[in-house]
């Protein structure tokens, strides 16, 4: 089956440094990797998605990620973090439901931001 | 811009009680799923539902059903709330069967005593 693992739970930068959230997959195929942030009291809002191609993807907000194949990998990375940015990050790969047909997501555990004055 | 909206932010219910959570999504999706999620363990699926009428179970259906009536609307039902079903509960859509970027609502958090 597949799986997301987030090895970080919690995350602590200060505002202007940079950021890297790790997330590593488990597929047996080419994956649709994504990543979502929750800001609090709100749902989940889609940061970026790979599904082929360019191995470096630009998301919303200044966030980009890149796909290694070589180390089942798909990390958020974000130059310089704004204190917006506090949040909790989700990274997610779809399944086919072969049921069904239909497609969902498997999710990481999240990573929990916390950016300092 | 899609909108999914739940129908409460905040409930509190006592064990044993039958519970319902709405979710409208005004987009015509035709994919529409519940989630719940917990403090390290991410989002779980809970059902998820590809047209009117039809479902099928997520990876942790046991003391939910669910209910499509109509296209927009989702509900999820709680036969018998237990203290163990506390818990955020999220709902998506997505366009098509092939589509796998999903749009969420804002989470209803749910308290069972």
């Known amino acids: 089956a597949q799986s997301v693992t987030q090895p970080d739970i919690h995350i602590t930068v200060s505002e202007g440094a940079s950021l890297e959230l790790r997330c590593n997959y488990s597929?047996?195929?080419?994956?649709?990797l994504f990543w979502y942030v929750q800001s609090p009291g709100q749902g989940l809002q889609l940061l970026l998605k790979y599904f082929s191609g360019d191995t470096l993807v630009q998301g919303i907000k200044g966030f980009e990620a890149e796909f290694k194949r070589s180390q089942s990998s798909f990390n958020l990375r974000k130059p310089s973090v704004h204190w917006s940015d506090a949040a909790e990050y989700f990274c997610a790969v779809g399944e086919l439901s072969f049921s069904g047909g239909y497609n969902k997501l498997i999710f990481g555990a999240g990573t929990r931001l916390a950016v300092h004055p | 811009d899609v909108k999914v909206t739940q129908s409460s932010r905040y409930l509190v219910k006592r064990t044993g009680e039958k519970v319902f959570l709405e979710c409208v999504q005004d987009m015509d999706h035709e994919n529409m799923f519940w989630y719940r999620q917990d403090p390290g363990l991410g989002l779980r699926l809970i059902y998820f539902s590809y047209d009117v009428k039809m479902k099928e179970k997520g990876d942790i259906p046991e003391g939910y059903s669910v209910s499509r009536e109509k296209k927009e609307r989702f509900s999820l039902i709680l036969e018998s709330a237990s203290t163990n079903q506390t818990s955020m509960y999220l709902c998506a859509s997505s366009s098509r069967p092939g589509s796998y970027e999903q749009y969420f609502g804002p989470g209803t958090r749910l308290t069972v005593t």
């Open positions: 597929y047996g195929a080419t994956p649709y």
